[in-house]
Each structure stands twice: as C-alpha cells, then as structure tokens.
C-alpha cells in the first residue's frame, strides 16, 4: 500500500517572475514564427512598440507583486484612486495630452530588440531553475504519523516529528496570494514548543486541507484501534 504524504514547498516571492518569463517565451514564439507570416495592416515599428509595451507591462505587474503586499481594504482604495484619476485624465482638459499619447501608442519608439528578448529570457529561465531546485532541497512532508523536515540534496538531512496535537493553517497577508493561489502555511506542534513557517506555498488552501483530512483519518483509525 502506497504511503500517504503530503508534501509543502516554500519558494521565495521572485517566483512570481514566471509571468513575465512566459509572456518573453510568447513573444520570442510570436516574433520568430507567427510575426514574419503575418499580412497586417499595422506598420511593423507600431506593432513592435505595441509587443515591447505588453512585455513592459508584465515586467511591472511581476515587480508590483514582489515588492508590494496588498491587502483587499488598500485594493478597493487603489481601485478608487485609479477609477478618480482615470475620470480626470478622459473627461478634463488636464488629460487630453495624457489621452493624445495613449491613442498615438504605436508612434512611441518603445521597441526591443529580438536579442533583448532572448537574453532575459535566459536571465529569468536560470533564476526560475534555481529557486526550482532549492524547493526540492528543503521541504516539508507530512505523513499520517510524522511531520519531515528535508533539507539537503535527495533530503540527507532530516528532523522528524510526531503529527499528534499538531495544528496547521493557512494565512493569506496579501490579496494576491488569493489570485495566485498560494498562502503562508503556519505549523505548530505545542508538545514541542515548535513551529515552522512556510512561505509562498502553492494550493496551500487544498494543500492544508488534504493534511486535515489524512490527520483526521489518522485520529479516527487511532480510537477505533483496540
């Protein structure tokens, strides 16, 4: 019968750059097969300024979500701010320059080179493998009667400890985690006075929820048992 376990890896919040490294590789795909066979009306200058504005646009959106903890009270106020500045950009004469800019995107010399694309997609491709491999050397896994901790290469270093009284849940400081689907699962074992955190864990919520599920089958089999 196949040991039940679950297994919890932390990464650090760069791994949120792997946005931004598949819309590179989209790009990379789009320039090099689809663009070259591609009869558009648009001049081929205002479509590379409009690819190098995407691009630049995730470059933001990851570097938003990596520097910045957003809780969902100071969403709805940045929410309202961009909504107050958006009305006074369209509708006043403050914002017709603002508005004539936006409508002439594609005059904008904005266009990166194909080599650009190619080198950052190399720069995020090693960042990406090595925070891969440093999930895989330390790790949490959880099984009916124990708790591991691994670190180490193939886990030669271990600490164990017993699942019983242990309490498991997941935080989410930040509102995007909800987006992503990832939370900070927070574990204690009060028999040992220990606790461990882990960060940035993705399906935490169906994660934790499988833990409680095979700990309360654990405890069942437990009282059940003569």
Known sequence: M????IILRS????????????VTGLILIFEWIINPNLNLDI??????????????????????????????????LVIFAAITIGVILFFTPIGGSFVALITNVGNLELALPFDFYIAILVILAIILFFIWVGAR???????????WCMSGMAGKTKERFPTRSLEINVERPDFLEYLFGTGRVAIKIPSLNKFIQLDTVFRAGSKVRKIDALLSAQKVDTELSP
């Open 2 to 5: 196949r040991k039940e376990k």
């Open 11 to 22: 990464y650090p919040k760069a791994i949120f750059l792997y946005p931004l490294f598949i």
């Open 43 to 76: 001049p081929p200058e205002d479509l590379d300024n409009y690819i190098s504005i995407s691009w630049l646009t995730a470059l933001f959106f990851c570097f938003f979500i990596i520097s910045i903890q957003v809780k969902l009270s100071k969403l709805c």
């Open 137 to 147: 050397i330390k790790y949490v896994r959880i099984e009916r009667n124990e708790i």
